[in-house]
Every structure is written in C-alpha cells, then in structure tokens.
C-alpha cells in the first residue's frame, strides 16, 4: 500500500464535515492480478432519490517541485483507477482532491483546462489550512 498523501487526513475531514460517511480508507481495489488503493471512499444519502450517493477520492498535495510532473503522474493514476471502478463499483464517482492554491494556479490555466475537458476528469478543491471543501466540479 502507498503512503498517504500529506494533505489526506485534510481532506477526510473536510469530508465528514461536508456529510459524508468514510466507508474505506483507503478503498483495495484488485483487478486481473493488480491491487491498487484509492485514497478514500465515501457514501451520503440523498433524501429526495432515497438513495447513497457514492464516491472515491485520491488525495494529492502537489508539494514537489514540478506541479506539471505531479498533474501528469496524477492524471494516469485517476485515469486507471476511473477504469478500474468501472468494473468494479460502476456507481461510485472518482474525484482528484487538489488544494484550493494548486487549483487557482494551475488547473485554472489553458493547459490544465484542456486537460480536464478531455479526461472528464472530476475534482474537488479542498482548503488544507481550514479542512474544508471549497469547490465540487463535475
């Protein structure tokens, strides 16, 4: 198993504080011989459909000195692990936990932008210093 990310406890709690159930952490998936570990999963229910609302979430704090290299490394992972819920768990939504300043500096930007469209990749903006959520986007 992967070490956790600086910013995970973060945004567990930014979590629990938006309403959410932690059911795993982190969540095992195994597939064709291959174990991987997604930061978090979580479930909520929505009153009006009745139903769980379920999530997975990989936690990145993007501290190294390359915010590019770390974007690429972060974007193949979601990606596999996407596909790999798919199979799995097809009800469960993956999203990529990015720090509020990481967001506004760079996944903001033309190529981030590009990027995200193209990937349909989700996310949620977590401020590390408050635990909170900031932003949802799908």
């Known amino acids: 198993m992967a070490a956790r990310d600086k910013f995970h406890y973060v945004v567990k709690e930014a979590l ?8 795993d952490d982190p969540l095992q998936l195994h597939y064709g011989g291959v174990d991987v570990y997604v930061d978090l999963a979580a479930e909520r229910l929505i009153a009006a459909e009745k139903a769980n609302q379920q999530i997975a979430v990989e936690v990145k704090s993007f501290l190294g000195d390359s915010t590019t290299y770390e974007f690429h490394n972060a974007i ?14 097809p009800g469960r939504i993956l999203y990529l ?8 500096t760079f996944f903001e930007g033309q190529f981030a ?5 193209q990937t349909a990749l989700k996310i949620i903006v977590y401020q590390s210093e408050a635990e909170v959520i900031e932003q949802w986007i799908n």
């Open 16 to 23: 629990i504080r938006d309403g959410w159930i932690i059911t």
């Open 76 to 89: 193949g992972q979601f990606i596999n692990y996407r596909i790999i819920l798919s199979e799995l768990h």
């Open 113 to 117: 932008q590009l990027i995200i469209r």
């Open 97 to 104: 936990a990015v720090p509020a300043e990481i967001y506004h």
